[in-house]
Structure formats: structure tokens, C-alpha cells
């Protein structure tokens, strides 16, 4: 029904991409119901709201473009798409003011880094440099979201279920806290505010977006569900019958799915909301979902699906 969306030239995804951003800018751009905490969050820049707008369209753009180079360079497909990526841009600006999100869209950036580095682990060769740098960028989403902490045992996952174990590689995450650790510790000592520094990080997760309004909140999930229930088939089919490399990569993506899933429910539990974790959960997502619309063979359910969803999301922000 919409092969375009099946293209492997990135013209189409590109063009997409920007005009989805800048639609969701049109929209939200005199938006008055962002809380005080965001307000005060662009004070604190001191830049333009318009330019912050731009600024984290690259973001969110590039963080795109990363998820499709990660699909793209692992064995998931046999030629390059790009409907990944576009399927981000899609759920994100589905959430609302993308202002509202900056800091976990930020966290979420590092998150695609680190789930680089794990695909880049192969089971002959060592991986410590991987290890070390996926640690390392999973630290740094948390600085900007700081339940992403808690996505760091999925590189110990990872190992498992790629490599033979190796302590050595194993040792390097808490290497990684050890240094981090070296560094904070002394600073905040020698600044006498160590705790207000760590209160203020981890109130970064409460206070770094809106609720989704529930209209919003059971389109996505209502999408989520049904196009998860078409791409099941496919993958199992694609699974059963295919080799050992595919079947990890596979295993990975729903190892981050477990654990960012586990995020909503740490941030339901913490901070009572029903959707606000969503935002991590949408990398292993979108390369989950656009495996099984790639595959199946109801392509034009999946299409119709989709038209659907993303017509409905407009319109429900623009009224």
C-alpha cells in the first residue's frame, strides 16, 4: 500500500523526518500549558525558545538516523530501509511538545550510542572496548534522564547471551561507576552540595515532562498493540529459520525492551505516571516493529495501521 515507506533511499525519510518536526513545532510552538520546570529549564539555558525547538529537532532527528545506521549495519535486514528512524520521529512527536521530553530525548540519543556498541560485540572477538563505551553512554543518558541508570545491567545481559564469559569484559561497567564515581565524589565534596547535586539529578526524571493525556496515551499503546500482534508472526517465522547472529541480535533488542518496559513501571511506581516512561522504551520499539511491517506479508494492514495512527495523533493535538 505505501511501499515508500519500505524504500531503502534515504531522500524520502529525510524529508519526512523534518516535516513531521517542524509540523509538531507549528503546533506546540505558542503552547502555554508547559509546566514551571520547563520554563525555568529554558530560562536556565538562556537561548531562544525557537532555537531550542531547532536545536532538538537535531536531536531527535539524529537519534533517528543513528537507530536506522544501527538496523542498517546489523544482519536484521538484507538491504538498508529507513522506516526505523521515521517510526521514532512518528511516536515521539505523537507524544505531544517535544519540549516537554527534552532531557529523556536527549538520554535517548545515549541509549542508541550504547545499543551500537553492544551490536558491535561478536562472539570470536574480544569486547572490552565495547563494553567499556556502551557503559560509558548508558551513564551519560542518565545524566540527562536518571532512570536510565538502571538500563546498565542490560550490557551484562548482552555478554550473556553474545559471548562465552570473560571476567574481564564482565568487569567493565562497574570500572565504568568507579570512575564515574571518582569524579562526582571529589566535586561535590569540594563544592559542599554532594547531596543537593544527586537530589537534583534524580528529580531530573520527575519533572523533565508531562503526563501523556490519556486520549494520546491509549492511541499509542492501541497501535503499539496492534501492529506488535501483526509483527509477531513474522519475526517468529524469521527467528525459527534463521542464523545464530540474527537470533541475538533479536534476543538483544528484546532484552532492551524488557528493561526500558521495567522503566515505565519504576517511573509509574515512583512517580504515578501511567505513560511517562514510554520515552526509552521507543528504541527497541520502533527496531522491533519495523522488523515484522519489513516482513509481513499483510503489508497493507500494517500500512493502514499506521495512516491511521499518525492522522489520528494530528488531529487530536491540533484540537
Not at 520521529?89 to 545499543?115: A, C, E, Q, R
Not at 574480544?126 to 553512554?137: D, G, L, M, P, R
Not at 522488523?291 to 500500512?303: A, E, H, L, M, S
Request: glycine share 4%; proline share 3%; aromatic share 18%.
Amino acid at each position: 500500500m505505501l511501499s515508500i515507506l519500505r524504500t531503502n533511499q534515504p531522500f524520502f525519510f529525510i524529508i519526512s523526518a523534518w516535516l513531521i518536526l517542524i509540523l509538531n513545532g507549528l503546533i506546540y510552538f505558542n503552547n502555554g500549558n508547559l509546566k514551571e520546570v520547563e520554563f525555568e529549564l529554558l530560562k536556565l539555558i538562556g537561548a531562544p525558545k525557537i532555537l531550542i525547538y531547532f536545536i532538538l529537532f537535531i536531536v531527535v532527528f539524529y537519534t533517528s538516523f543513528l537507530i536506522n545506521s544501527v538496523v542498517n549495519r546489523s544482519v536484521l535486514f538484507e538491504k538498508s530501509y529507513y522506516l526505523s528512524g521515521l517510526l521514532y520521529v512518528v511516536f515521539v512527536t505523537s507524544f505531544g511538545d517535544i519540549i516537554s521530553y527534552l532531557l529523556p530525548l536527549i538520554g535517548n540519543l545515549f541509549l542508541v550510542l550504547s545499543l551500537k556498541n553492544l551490536l558491535q560485540i561478536f562472539r570470536a572477538n574480544s569486547c572490552k572496548k565495547q563494553v567499556f563505551n556502551a557503559s560509558i553512554f548508558i551513564l551519560f543518558g542518565a545524566f540527562f534522564y536518571s532512570l536510565n541508570l538502571f538500563i546498565l545491567p542490560l550490557v551484562w545481559i548482552v555478554l550473556f547471551i553474545i559471548r562465552p564469559f570473560v571476567w574481564r569484559e564482565y568487569l567493565m561497567p562497574i570500572i565504568v561507576l568507579l570512575i564515574s564515581f571518582a569524579y562526582v565524589i571529589p566535586f561535590g565534596i569540594l563544592n559542599q552540595n554532594i547531596l543537593e547535586m544527586l537530589s537534583l539529578w534524580w528529580s531530573s526524571s520527575q519533572n523533565s515532562y508531562h503526563e501523556i493525556s490519556p486520549s494520546i496515551g491509549l492511541l499509542n499503546m492501541g497501535f503499539i498493540l496492534v501492529t506488535f500482534l501483526l509483527s509477531f508472526k513474522s519475526i517468529v517465522n524469521t527467528f525459527v529459520y534463521s542464523n545464530n547472529r540474527y537470533k541475538r541480535v533479536i534476543w538483544v533488542v528484546v532484552a532492551m525492551m524488557v528493561f526500558t518496559v521495567l522503566l515505565s513501571v519504576l517511573d509509574f511506581l515512583l512517580f504515578n505516571r501511567s505513560f511517562g516512561g514510554l520515552v526509552p522504551f521507543l528504541i527497541p520499539l520502533v527496531i522491533f516493529l519495523s522488523n515484522g511491517f519489513i516482513r509481513n506479508r499483510i503489508q497493507w494492514v500494517c500500512d493502514l495501521v499506521f495512516i491511521l495512527f499518525f492522522v489520528s495523533t494530528i488531529v487530536i493535538q491540533i484540537l
